[in-house]
C-alpha cells in the first residue's frame, strides 16, 4: 500500500512566484482530505468569462449590488432583461476538464469538501457532490417577501412569455449571467412577480454589498477546519468572502495551494501557486495520480 505523503508548511512573509509545477497539488491529494475552494476562473474554460483574469468582466461590467436592486423598479428590470438573456447562454454552459477532474478526486475519496464561489452549477452536473454554493446558484430565484423559492428555468418560461421577441444582441456575458445591454434594450422589458405572493423576485444569489449568510460561512469554516489542506482553484481572492479561509488554513498551519494563472491576494499564505490554466493543470494531477477524468458524455 503506498503510503499518503504529509505536507508541512509555514506561511512566507512574501508572496510566492507561480510556478508551472502541478506536483504539490497532486502530492497533497494524495495525502488526502483536501478542501478545495473555486473561483471563475475554474469555469473560464466553459465559456464563462471571470470577473479579473486577462479581458474579466470588471474592466468593463459594474455588477449589479443588492442596494440597487431593492431600492430601484428600474434596476430590477435592468438586471432582470440583461440576467434574462445571460442565462440562454449560461444555462447551456457544460463542465469543463477542470470540473470533470474534481469531481473525480472526490469520488476516489481524497476531497474534505467543495467550496465554490461560483453561481453556475457546473461542479455538480460533473458529479461533485456535497458542493458549497458560498454565493448561491443562478439555477433558484427567491421571493424577498414571502421567501418563496423556486426554479430558474420555470422563470425563464414566464418571461419569455411576457417577453415576446425580446432577443438583443449583446455585447458581452459576464460571470454572474449578466448579459451587457445599453438602456435602450432594455426599455420595454417586462418583469414578472412571485407567483405566490405577487412580491419582488430575487436570483438567489448573494449580490455584491450583500453578506453571505452566517450559517454558510460557519459550515465552510468547519470545513476548513476539518481538512488536511486547502487546494484554492481560479480565484483572485480579492474578497474577503474567499480569502477568509485561505488565512484561516495558513493560520492553522494547514498548507494552501493554489491554481491560478495570475497572482493572488493569498500568494503570501500560500506554500505554491500553479500558473497553468485549470484543465491542464488538474488533469497532468490525475494523471500523477492514476485517476481517470471522465470525458464529457454526447448531448
Given at each position: 500500500m503506498?503510503m ?7 506561511p512566507?512573509e ?5 510556478t508551472?509545477?502541478?506536483g504539490?497539488v497532486a ?10 475552494l473555486s473561483?471563475a476562473?475554474?469555469?473560464t ?7 479579473r ?5 470588471l474592466?468593463r461590467?459594474?455588477?449589479?449590488t ?11 428590470r ?6 434574462h438573456l ?7 454552459a457544460?463542465?469543463?476538464a ?7 478526486f ?5 476531497l ?8 453556475d452549477?457546473l ?10 454554493e ?8 427567491v421571493?424577498l417577501?414571502?421567501?418563496a423559492?423556486g426554479s430558474?428555468r ?6 419569455e ?7 438583443p444582441?449583446?455585447?458581452a456575458?459576464n460571470p454572474?449571467g449578466?448579459?451587457?445591454l445599453?438602456d ?5 422589458f ?8 405577487g412580491g ?6 448573494v ?7 452566517p450559517r454558510?460561512v460557519?459550515?465552510c ?19 474577503m468572502?474567499g480569502?477568509?479561509f485561505?488565512r484561516q488554513a495558513?493560520?492553522a498551519g494547514k498548507?494552501?495551494?493554489?491554481v491560478n494563472?495570475?497572482p493572488t491576494r493569498g500568494?503570501?499564505?500560500?506554500l505554491?501557486?500553479?500558473?497553468l490554466?485549470l484543465?491542464?493543470?488538474l488533469?497532468?494531477?490525475?494523471d500523477?495520480l ?5 470525458a464529457?458524455?454526447?448531448?
Open positions: 503506498r499518503r505523503p504529509t505536507l508541512s508548511w509555514t512566507a512574501d508572496p510566492i512566484p507561480g508551472t509545477d502541478p504539490p502530492d497533497a491529494l494524495g495525502a488526502g482530505g483536501v478542501l478545495v473561483g476562473g475554474i469555469s474554460e466553459s465559456g464563462i468569462p471571470d470577473y483574469g486577462e479581458g474579466g468582466s474592466s461590467h459594474t455588477p449589479m443588492y442596494q440597487d436592486f431593492t431600492a430601484s423598479a428600474r434596476a430590477r435592468r438586471y432582470w432583461a440583461r440576467s445571460g442565462w440562454r447562454t449560461f444555462g447551456r457544460r463542465p469543463n477542470g470540473h470533470r477532474a474534481v469531481a473525480a472526490g469520488r476516489h475519496g481524497l474534505a469538501g467543495v467550496i465554490t464561489q461560483n453561481v452549477g461542479h455538480q452536473a460533473a458529479g461533485s457532490e456535497g458542493v458549497v458560498l454565493h448561491g446558484s443562478l439555477s433558484r430565484v421571493c417577501s414571502c421567501g423559492v430558474r420555470e422563470l425563464a418560461r414566464r418571461l412569455e411576457a417577453n415576446a421577441g425580446f432577443d444582441v449583446a455585447a456575458l454572474d449578466d448579459a451587457d445599453t435602450e434594450q432594455v426599455g420595454g417586462r418583469v414578472v412577480p412571485c407567483s405566490h405572493c419582488v423576485l430575487k436570483p438567489d444569489v449580490f455584491f454589498g450583500e453578506a453571505v449568510p454558510r460557519e459550515h469554516r468547519d470545513l476548513v477546519s476539518g481538512a488536511s489542506s486547502l487546494i484554492v482553484l481560479g480565484s483572485s481572492l480579492t474578497v468572502s480569502l477568509r485561505v495558513a493560520q498548507p494552501v495551494l493554489i494563472r495570475d500568494d503570501r499564505h500560500a505554491t501557486r500553479i500558473a490554466p484543465g491542464a493543470a488533469t497532468a494531477v490525475a500523477r492514476g485517476i481517470p477524468v471522465e464529457p458524455t454526447a448531448a
